[in-house]
């Protein structure tokens, strides 16, 4: 009989904006429950994905890209991220390997100065750098912060990822499980469609919209023979023009957007989808707090 006790707690992933957190999440997750892009601050909301094994349960949360804000949504997000770092057992700060140091890196560590959590460096992206290169930034990081454990890891080819698993456990406490076992996330299926819907949209019109977008789940209803799920869902952008770039010419980019969200929100499902979708215009959404609540950027909640 295994009289080992059982370790449990949460542990937040932090850093500049697109230095991998999400994927990383998704990678140790085993499904895609943040969504990936290669624009720079696309989490929004504190994305809490559980891992389980027979004896620990980590709770992980990928927090918004740490950077300077220019609206009310930038002042949400910071004030997520910054907040995590009181509520956990221990703090991943993610750098990438490729990038190196950088203004917002300073920024991050003189936060992690006022808190008394853990801290390990992730070093990620190591895939794409020399060996080499390696050794003078973590001697850099080394030499401005003390963190508890450096480890470079790949999170999209997954080297050193069950390394880092492994001495996050270390550092757990003893602790009850707070989730199933096979619960992957606390978010609402609504919350993750959304996100996936939102993906698309990132991914199908680059450089033209980036973070003016926001995705409402108007309606979610499994027909009554339970074959197929029936999601309606609003992507509200701020101005006209950017309307006519989500829709594209003769609605070809909100066909596309819809193609390729439907294949991952019935993996997610594992139902059949009928997926519609509009696009609302709302002035300035992103500095108008009602409308923050609307879309789920609640103060209150951290």
């Known amino acids: 009989m295994n009289n080992q006790a059982f370790k449990s707690g949460f542990v937040s992933i932090i850093g500049r904006p697109n230095v991998g957190k999400s994927t990383f999440l998704n990678r140790v997750i085993g499904q895609k429950i943040a969504i990936m892009s290669d624009k720079p601050q696309t989490t929004r909301n504190k994305i809490q994905g559980v891992y389980t094994e027979n004896d620990s349960q980590i709770i992980f949360i990928d927090t918004p890209g740490i950077h300077k804000p220019k609206h009310k949504l930038g002042d949400f997000m910071m004030k997520v991220a910054q907040n995590t770092l009181k509520e956990v057992d221990l703090v991943l700060f993610m750098i ?25 460096l992730v070093v990620n992206k190591i895939d794409e750098v020399h060996p080499d290169e390696l050794f003078p930034l973590i001697d850099h990081y080394k030499s401005l912060f003390p963190f508890k454990q450096i480890i470079p890891i790949s999170a999209l080819q997954g080297n050193n990822v069950g390394t880092l698993l492994d001495l ?79 829709i594209g010419k003769q609605g070809k980019v909100l066909k596309e ?23 609302k215009v709302q002035k300035d959404w992103r500095n108008k707090q009602s409308q923050l609540r609307d879309f789920g950027f609640r103060e209150d909640e951290y």
């Open 168 to 246: 996050i456990k270390e550092f757990l406490p003893e602790g009850p499980q707070y989730y199933p076992a096979d619960q992957v996330t606390d978010h609402p299926e609504r919350f993750i469609v959304s996100e996936l819907i939102r993906e698309k949209v990132l991914h199908l019109t680059r450089e033209e919209v980036p973070h003016s977008i926001a995705v409402a789940i108007d309606s979610m209803k499994r027909r009554p023979n339970g074959d197929i799920i029936d999601v309606q869902a609003t992507i509200v952008v701020e101005r006209d023009s950017q309307k006519g770039i989500v």
């Open 96 to 120: 990438n390997a490729v990038e190196g140091y950088g203004r917002g890196d300073e920024f991050i560590i003189e936060r992690l100065k006022e808190t008394k959590t853990p801290v390990f």
């Open 257 to 279: 957007v819809g193609q390729r969200a439907r294949v991952d929100i019935e993996a997610l499902l594992g139902s059949k989808v009928f997926l519609e979708l509009w696009v």
